[in-house]
């Protein structure tokens, strides 16, 4: 029997009986919350911005009544918010990648065998390579992970896979930065648009003088919307942390492959896990 250090820990990965890889376990899952996260946050962007649309030309029209056509009016707010929606479609889509690299990490961790994504890698690969917020010489990389998580892992150990995975490092920190800098760009806009709008939206109502009471009553939900508004403006400082922590805690993983129990490697895990509580809170706020 062989009884060096390594191939006594192989053998302790394979049995899966080592609490070491709940550290893995551990970071997979918070990486895939993470990753998920995208998908509220970009749907409500659109919702956002047909929102903006909507109370434009409600409170500034001076066409009659008689003429407002309402189901015209939702039909022109979808259009003319349409172009968010398509490319929101090419970031959820590398979103995805980065939510099956943490389902592979966590198949890995548990019994050794991670299952080949279903999607279509080549379709894929081009929305990577056609997604402005990620930087050019960083598309190599990440088309690598597409591959990566476009493959079923067998015949080697646990642990090789596991080291193979945690060296996707540089593409999963390039991903994660590039969708945070989409949401940035994308969804803080559309917040900011609102704001913006508000102040305009009150002074149309204080000019109303058919139903004075009916406008007070809508100053005070514009009111409570701006306070909304300013408040959900903090998911993306809260996005951006948990990413930089995100970069940190899988170098420390990374760093310390053989040494998943170290408090230090744990502190920073934990830190993780904090920063994504702080998104999925931010998130679980969001509404029309």
Known sequence: MRTSL?????????????TPLTAV?????????????FTPMLDHAVQQCEQAFLDRRV?????????????????????????I????????????????????????????VA???????????????????????QV????????FVGHRVLERSQRDAIIEALNHEQAVGALADALARYAERVYRATLNDRLRDQPLLLEQLRQQKAAPIDARLRMLDIQREI???????????A??????????????LRANIDQLSRPELLAELRKLGKEVNTVRKHLATLRR
């Open 227 to 237: 306070t909304t508004l300013q408040a959900q403006q903090q998911t993306i400082d």
């Open 59 to 83: 409170y500034t029209t001076d066409a009659p009544l008689s003429r407002f056509d309402p189901a015209a009016t939702l039909a022109a707010a979808r259009s003319t918010c349409q172009p």
């Open 85 to 112: 929606a398509q490319e929101n479609a090419a970031a959820l889509a590398l979103a995805d990648t980065l939510t099956e690299y943490a389902a592979q990490l966590a198949a890995l961790a548990a019994d050794g």
């Open 115 to 137: 299952q080949r994504a279903d999607d279509d890698l080549d379709a894929v690969a081009a929305q990577a390579k056609r997604f402005s917020a990620l930087p050019a010489d």
């Open 140 to 147: 190599d990389a990440v088309n690598g992970l597409i591959r």
């Open 6 to 18: 390594s191939s006594c820990l192989c053998l302790l990965l394979l049995t899966g009986c080592a």
């Open 239 to 252: 996005l951006h942390a948990a990413v930089a922590q995100l970069k940190i805690s899988l170098h420390a």
């Open 25 to 37: 376990r551990d970071f997979a899952n918070d990486t895939r919350r993470l990753s998920t996260s």
